[in-house]
């Protein structure tokens, strides 16, 4: 990704938010509840999830980025 695609998404995905996650299945609910909601491609539907990882203890953490604050405030009172 060049510097100019770079910006280009950071513009775009402008609300994000980091979630420590229970296991995967707890991350494939948010995946699914997201999905029914909004649909999954990513192109329309306004949300994506970024940088999936594991902690030092072995939890999981995501990072949940979307297109405008609507979504996000929704997300945020759904699953924070």
């Known amino acids: 990704m060049n510097s100019r695609q770079r910006r280009v998404d950071r513009r775009l995905w402008k609300y994000s938010v980091p979630l420590t996650l229970r296991d995967y299945d707890h991350y494939l609910e948010i995946w699914d509840w997201l999905k029914e909601r909004y649909s999954s491609n990513v192109a329309r539907c306004g949300w994506r999830d970024r940088n999936v990882h594991y902690t030092h203890n072995d939890t999981i ?5 979307f297109y405008d604050e609507k979504k996000l405030v929704e997300f945020m009172l759904r699953w924070s």
């Open 61 to 65: 953490g995501s990072v949940w980025q």
